[in-house]
């Protein structure tokens, strides 16, 4: 029985091995990809490793008539701007919800969960007329209304659930004690409530940070155009520039991983505590 569990082990860790490599092997090929030259890309056959690394392609991103820092800019400034606005409403939101009992509750909290079935996808031709006709579309403001809208249900309802894991008894004393009714819910529910907030942080800052077809709909200024739209921009008329494209995609990783990697004890948690909770 011992020879079984262990030979079970690893044919489980090979499993998993596999599958991991498979799952990576497309960033890997992306990052040999961006260093090599022109002529070793289009190669044949092509070979994995790169046999000369050269930076050439993540030089040519910084040159100024490529224009991928202002994209960097413009993808930073959406994304941001989503998180903070979806985290503070969704906080408020979960809070009242959570903590006051007024007529129409229950609908609320049904409609919420049902704007959530609804991809963004569903809803992006009604929200480019509905902003067509309040002249907001293609400013910087027309993404960060769109993914604010969108997450704010997600928000809503992760938080909701953490929330109500705080005994509201903690905020009870602290109204005792002299605190506003703001400053309890500043001082004491939200820290006790960090990986909620965390977690809804990266769900959004994921969908912002990643999205092309809502950005490629609503943004036809160059100069409001976020990374993804500037990095597809290599896949030109008259060629691809595969060396600078998968360049722009490995830098547009990067924030994603090092986000995941500082917080994944926080999005760990926040994932299956808010399962739990809510």
């Not at 004393?173 to 004491?188: N, P, Q, T, W």
């Not at 008259?238 to 360049?247: D, K, N």
């Amino acid at each position: 029985m011992k020879i079984r569990r262990n030979t079970d082990a690893l044919l489980a860790g090979i499993g998993i091995l596999l599958l991991a490599f498979i799952s990576l092997l497309p960033i890997l090929w992306a990052i040999s990809t961006s260093l090599k030259g022109p002529r070793e890309i289009l190669a044949i056959p092509p070979h994995l490793f790169p046999r000369q690394i050269t930076w050439e392609n993540y030089l040519y991103l910084f040159q100024g008539d490529v224009g991928i820092l202002a994209n960097l800019r413009n993808s930073s400034l959406y994304t941001f701007s989503a998180m903070i606005l979806t985290v503070s409403f969704g906080a408020m939101a979960a809070y009242t919800i959570t903590r006051f009992n007024f007529t129409g509750k229950k609908p609320l909290l049904t409609l919420v969960l049902a704007t959530m079935i609804i991809p963004l996808m569903g809803t992006l031709i009604p929200a480019y007329f509905y902003l067509t006709s309040l002249h907001l579309l293609d400013k910087w403001a027309t993404l960060v209304l769109i993914y604010w809208a969108h997450n704010l249900p997600f928000a809503i309802w992760l938080l909701r659930g953490f929330f109500e894991s705080v005994p509201p008894d903690l905020e009870k004393a602290a109204l005792v004690d002299g605190y506003s009714r703001f400053e309890s819910f500043y001082k004491i529910l939200l820290p006790l409530s960090r990986p909620g907030l965390v977690t809804a942080s990266l769900f959004v800052f994921l969908t912002a940070w990643n999205d092309y077809i809502v950005a490629v709909t609503m943004i036809k200024n160059p100069s409001l155009k976020p990374l993804p739209v500037g990095i597809i921009s290599f896949l030109g008329e008259h060629g691809r520039e595969w060396g600078p494209l998968t360049a722009g995609a490995i830098l547009a990783i990067i924030p994603v991983i090092v986000l995941f990697i500082i917080f994944r004890n926080y999005f760990l948690g926040g994932l299956t505590s808010g399962a739990v909770k809510g």
